[in-house]
């Protein structure tokens, strides 16, 4: 049976390593001795944090990263690979963000580009899709997520979707106090189910997780990932309160 995913989306926070080892040192506390017994934690601190995260030695906490660049190695000042982040000991790669579309401009071109270098270097993809407020005043959620996410996909083969975790996170809910309602959030599943099926047949549908994300917090849990029977969460702002963080894993994790 697949489990649960709650991701933690640091975003570009803490801003020092001796804040950072607080995190750590508090997240540790929280999770010592824990078991998740159908959930997969996984945390995405800035990059420049990996090795202190990896000293650490988490039993139940996985690593992602926030961002990658799509080519292997190479004169691309600034940027680091999928395979720099897997050869750090990382697990996961997130791709899509809204933020990434808003302030980096990457479109659907970019982000299958980057789609495919993460599952290229073996780490699994935490794919994020969603309506911005202008298309969601325009009524144009369906037709926005199917896009996306059939550009994303572009070139991923039956044998890889497995490997690609999906997030319904509308930009107009990250980063807000706008939450959608349960039957907002179990549209758009259905629709990336759909979609799922049709490109890749029902059984491998089945077989990856779709996740909500954007403002959840542990008094929004039940609404925006129970309910509608998510197979998980990309928690931003909370995920920087281990407390808060591993409150709402554990609610997903009962559920
Ligand atoms: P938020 O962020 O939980 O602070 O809304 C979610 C995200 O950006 O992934």
């Known amino acids: 049976m697949k489990k649960n995913l709650v991701v933690g989306n640091m975003k570009m926070n803490p801003t020092s390593p001796a804040e950072f080892e607080r995190y750590l040192d508090a997240l540790e506390k929280e999770v010592k001795g824990k078991k998740f017994e159908k959930t997969e934690v996984v945390i995405c601190p800035p990059a420049i944090y990996f090795k202190q995260f ?3 030695k988490l039993k139940n906490v996985q690593l992602g990263a926030q961002n990658i660049f799509w080519e292997y190695q190479g004169a691309y000042t ?54 911005n407020i202008e298309e969601r005043k325009r009524n144009q959620t369906v037709e926005v997520v199917k896009k996306q996410l059939r550009e994303a996909l572009n070139g991923v083969g039956a044998g890889k979707i497995e490997y690609v975790d999906i997030v319904y996170e509308p930009s107009w809910a990250v980063g807000s106090d706008n939450v959608p309602t349960s039957d907002e959030i179990l549209e758009a599943k259905l629709i990336i189910k759909k979609i799922l099926s049709e490109i890749y047949g029902h059984k491998a549908m089945e077989r990856v997780r779709i996740l909500y994300g954007g403002s959840i917090a542990r008094c929004f849990v039940n609404q925006v990932c129970i309910d509608p029977a998510m197979d998980g969460g990309l928690v931003g702002r909370e995920s920087l309160v281990p407390y808060e963080f591993i409150r709402i894993a554990e609610t997903i994790d009962k559920n």
């Open 54 to 56: 990896i000293d650490r």
């Open 78 to 131: 600034g940027e680091i690979s999928s395979g720099m982040v897997k050869n750090m000991g990382a697990q996961y790669s997130m791709v899509g963000h809204s933020e990434r579309r808003k302030y980096f401009g990457e479109d659907e071109e970019i982000i299958n580009l980057k789609l495919k270098a993460i599952l290229k270097s073996g780490l699994r993809a935490i794919l994020c899709i969603g309506e």
